[in-house]
């Protein structure tokens, strides 16, 4: 269709993916072959069946399984060659991708060969593949704000190529975003930007401590906010983008139908959206999906497809020169 050729066509960003969660299944089946006793299926259809969630905290529990098997600095090389080849054939420029340090050092990785691996997937990303990558290094909400503060010591203790900003992922449910708020000041004032999931699975409050108490400068989800006007004009008159992913919402269960995803009303309030996978290999999908998907349910038009592409680059922490041959 001539939607699909222009988006396969159009130069993008994507703001919002996670490491582990872009493995392809290819990858994760190598991976669930050399850890046999991780609980991963190894076989592609089981696979696909164990990525069947029946809801948020069920997609989390799954996420921790697989970012168990990601045990070296190899394996970390491994998924940015993936991922940057995905990305390369969706015709993404730029990413900054989710490194959830802690994570990774809980799962075998030292902090000096995890920055490392960073180092060097990147330079294979822009070397190999044409793509440029940022980190943004999330916190997982479980690990409570200690985990936080380790995520910050290793940001900047380490601080790889390309560290661009600060996140915060993993359940809203039962953990307060403000108890981050000592982590993200000391992020902040080392330069980092703040980008932490907010309203992802629950209402405009959350939303609202990710802006007033994190700094937020970007929001990860944000789809809460939909049922605030107040925070919608907030957002939209401090040019706060959200970064919108309608098919992890409906994966997650974060939504319970597409149709009824808030994408639509968010754009109508002004607010900037950027499209996202969020964790394209667990999801079933890839960025032009994403696209193709607006057009699909929610009639957006090619100049809007184009225009929620300039949103992004616009809200893209990557390098002006970049930024502009995107735009
Ligand atoms: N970690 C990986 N994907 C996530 C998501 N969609 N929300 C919160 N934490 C995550
Ligand atoms: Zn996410």
Redesign the pocket.
């Given at each position: 269709s001539p939607v699909a050729a222009f988006v396969a066509a159009l130069p993008k960003v994507e703001l919002h993916l996670?490491l582990v969660?872009s493995a392809s299944l290819d990858t994760v089946l190598a991976l669930a072959h050399h850890h046999p006793d991780g609980g991963v299926p190894t076989e592609r259809e089981a696979l696909r069946r164990f990525y069947a969630f029946t809801d948020f905290p069920h997609f989390?529990n799954v996420?921790h399984r697989v970012n168990l098997l990601v045990t070296t600095a190899a394996d970390v090389v491994t998924l940015l060659d993936g991922l940057a080849g995905e990305l390369a054939a969706r015709t993404v420029r730029y990413a900054e991708v989710q490194v959830t340090a802690v994570r990774n050092r809980m799962a075998g990785i030292a902090y000096p060969e995890l920055a490392a691996a960073l180092t060097d997937g990147r330079a294979l990303a822009r070397e190999r593949h044409g793509v440029e990558l940022g980190w943004i290094f999330d916190a997982d909400a479980t690990l409570g704000p200690e985990g936080a503060e380790e995520t910050v010591d290793f940001a900047l203790g380490y601080r790889p190529e390309g560290t661009v900003g600060i996140g915060l992922?993993?359940p809203e449910v039962g953990v307060r975003r403000a108890d981050f708020a000592p982590a993200f000041d000391r992020a902040r004032a080392a330069g980092l930007h703040s980008v932490p999931?907010a309203g992802?699975t629950v209402g405009p409050d959350e939303v609202w401590a990710a802006v007033t108490a994190l700094r937020a400068e970007r929001i990860g989800h944000g789809i809460g906010a939909a049922a605030d006007p107040r925070l919608l004009d907030h957002l939209a008159e401090h040019r706060v983008p959200l970064e919108v992913s309608p098919t992890?919402n409906l994966r997650?269960g974060a939504v319970t139908a597409i149709e009824e995803h808030p994408l639509p009303v968010l754009r109508a309030a002004g607010v900037p959206v950027t499209l996202a996978t969020?964790?394209p290999g667990m999801f079933h999908t890839d960025l032009n999906a994403e696209y193709q998907l607006c057009h699909d349910v929610f009639g957006m038009t090619v100049p809007e497809l184009a225009e929620i592409a300039r949103d992004g680059a616009r809200a893209a922490f990557c390098a002006p020169d970049l930024r502009e041959r995107i735009l």
């Open positions: 996670h969660g989390l996420y992922g993993g999931h992802e992890s997650t969020d964790d």
